[in-house]
């Protein structure tokens, strides 16, 4: 092996080359030259090593506050459902039952996806809830859920309202059972959100889905600022002739505060029933239907109605059906349906 004297520092070519005089002394020189420099890079690889170990949290180390804990350091968890019960989880649930789309949802959307072993009748969504046991509705089918043994069944305040029995069977079957209340805000399903999260070990997940919407929704109100001359909306939840539509106190209502458009029923209370001539009068600017699921041709439907032709949203065309679920579901969807809302009514805005 030679080496290139300039390559290394002043003081190194002095002491090779005062020691360059005969073939002996210089494999003496070059002998401690190697040893040098694998003490140098060995002490330089450690160096970098610990270095790159420190900035990655793993030399010897506790994890630093604020990491993500792991799902079993999440249970036990105690807290209480909508119903006022205290209830204590003490391990994190492997099979759970839900009674309400929503609460299917919203526990797909945390992951719980492969720990569903049954659902409502009326759950449709993720289309992954086709293949999951159907177990009842508001009537549930009691010896179907107590045979899938699950862990963990949320129901609604409907059943504790009204089937206070069968959920002591629950319970004394071993399954955890929690109620989840009725939703009429975004904040109520957030709280939901947050509730669901705990129950299943999910409370980072829950988290981040609630970030998200918020998120969502504040660039939708955001942008909503350039509206500059408002538009009245009149939704309609049931077709005729018992047309009914949403007031204060719903979601409906909501989403068109936060897109800066007028509820043409802003002055009702929850959802309630008009007379085709109450709706004439309130000259809409445009119409929004949620029934297209069930009734075909619902926009066709609302511009025939005979004695609607001078209201402004049949003059202009302006009659939209929306998706249903989006819009009075109580789940991750309704940030979509405030979106799609946006777009509708105030295309040169939200297109």
């Given at each position: 092996m030679l080496f290139n004297v300039q390559r290394f520092p002043l003081g190194w070519r002095?002491?090779?080359?005062?020691?360059?005089?005969?073939?002996?002394?210089?494999?003496?020189?070059?002998?401690?030259?190697l040893a040098f420099i694998l003490a140098l890079t060995l002490g330089l690889l450690a160096g970098c090593g610990a270095e790159s170990n420190e900035a990655n949290g793993s030399v010897n180390e506790q994890p630093a506050k604020g990491q993500e804990?792991?799902?079993?350091?999440?249970?036990?968890?105690?807290?209480?459902?909508?119903?006022?019960?205290?209830?204590?989880?003490?391990?994190e649930p492997e099979s759970i039952v839900s009674m309400q789309p929503s609460t299917t949802e919203v526990a797909y959307a945390l992951g719980l996806g492969n720990k569903m072993v049954g659902v409502s009748d009326y759950c449709n969504y993720p289309g992954e809830t086709a293949d999951v046991e159907k177990v009842g509705g508001q009537d549930?089918?009691?010896?179907?859920i107590l045979s899938l043994t699950p862990d963990l069944i949320f129901v609604t305040d409907y059943h504790y309202q009204n089937h206070e029995p069968i959920l002591k069977q629950y319970e004394e079957a071993g399954i955890?059972?929690?109620?989840?209340?009725?939703?009429?805000?975004?904040?109520?399903?957030y709280e939901t959100m947050e509730l669901i999260g705990?129950?299943?070990?999910?409370?980072?997940?829950?988290?981040?889905?609630?970030?998200?919407?918020?998120?969502?929704?504040?660039?939708?109100?955001?942008?909503?600022k350039e509206v500059t001359d408002k538009k009245k909306v009149w939704v309609e939840v049931s077709p005729a002739p018992d047309i009914f539509t949403t007031g204060q106190g719903t979601f409906m209502h909501e989403m068109l505060e936060a897109i800066q458009a007028e509820n043409a029923a802003g002055d009702q209370e929850g959802w309630v029933k008009l007379t085709?001539?109450?709706?004439?009068?309130?000259?809409p600017d445009v119409i929004i239907t949620t029934y297209g699921y069930y009734v075909d041709n619902p926009k066709e439907g609302v511009l025939e109605r005979a004695g609607w032709a001078e209201v402004p949203a049949i003059k202009s065309g302006?009659?939209?059906?929306?998706?249903s679920d989006t819009v009075t579901r109580p789940g991750p969807r309704l940030i979509e349906g405030v979106e799609h809302l946006a777009k509708l009514i105030y295309p040169e805005i939200f297109e």
């Amino acid at each position: 092996m030679l080496f290139n004297v300039q390559r290394f520092p002043l003081g190194w070519r002095f002491f090779i080359l005062e020691n360059k005089k005969g073939e002996n002394k210089m494999k003496h020189v070059r002998s401690k030259m190697l040893a040098f420099i694998l003490a140098l890079t060995l002490g330089l690889l450690a160096g970098c090593g610990a270095e790159s170990n420190e900035a990655n949290g793993s030399v010897n180390e506790q994890p630093a506050k604020g990491q993500e804990a792991t799902q079993e350091s999440l249970f036990p968890v105690t807290f209480k459902d909508d119903s006022g019960k205290e209830i204590t989880i003490e391990e994190e649930p492997e099979s759970i039952v839900s009674m309400q789309p929503s609460t299917t949802e919203v526990a797909y959307a945390l992951g719980l996806g492969n720990k569903m072993v049954g659902v409502s009748d009326y759950c449709n969504y993720p289309g992954e809830t086709a293949d999951v046991e159907k177990v009842g509705g508001q009537d549930m089918n009691v010896e179907l859920i107590l045979s899938l043994t699950p862990d963990l069944i949320f129901v609604t305040d409907y059943h504790y309202q009204n089937h206070e029995p069968i959920l002591k069977q629950y319970e004394e079957a071993g399954i955890t059972v929690v109620v989840i209340g009725s939703e009429s805000s975004f904040a109520d399903v957030y709280e939901t959100m947050e509730l669901i999260g705990k129950a299943t070990g999910k409370t980072i997940e829950a988290e981040a889905l609630i970030a998200d919407m918020k998120e969502r929704l504040a660039a939708v109100e955001e942008k909503a600022k350039e509206v500059t001359d408002k538009k009245k909306v009149w939704v309609e939840v049931s077709p005729a002739p018992d047309i009914f539509t949403t007031g204060q106190g719903t979601f409906m209502h909501e989403m068109l505060e936060a897109i800066q458009a007028e509820n043409a029923a802003g002055d009702q209370e929850g959802w309630v029933k008009l007379t085709e001539e109450e709706i004439v009068k309130l000259n809409p600017d445009v119409i929004i239907t949620t029934y297209g699921y069930y009734v075909d041709n619902p926009k066709e439907g609302v511009l025939e109605r005979a004695g609607w032709a001078e209201v402004p949203a049949i003059k202009s065309g302006e009659v939209h059906d929306v998706d249903s679920d989006t819009v009075t579901r109580p789940g991750p969807r309704l940030i979509e349906g405030v979106e799609h809302l946006a777009k509708l009514i105030y295309p040169e805005i939200f297109e």
